[in-house]
């Protein structure tokens, strides 16, 4: 995986977006997300979106070329390095 980063796991969305576990316990926490099914052999997630869409979770090695991981005071995540920051 990438060392030295407070990160378990990495996970591919089928919204073509990549998360970190961090990512994923925020987002259930804050409600953003609601839990449906968690698989645990293999590790899979699937969560229902605040606009009421269904995001199928696998884990992944390996992030594309793309993403980055980024780690500051709120935890792990991965940014989508394609497009330019919001101002």
Known sequence: ???????????????????????????????????????????RWLVETSDQSLLLLTPTDELPAWAELRVDDRGARVVDTRHPLPD
């Open 1 to 43: 995986m990438i060392a030295d980063t407070p990160v378990n796991r990495l996970y591919e969305g089928t919204d073509g977006h990549y998360y970190t576990d961090c990512q994923i316990r925020n987002r259930l926490r804050t409600e953003r997300w609601k839990p449906c099914i968690r698989q645990r052999a293999p590790d």
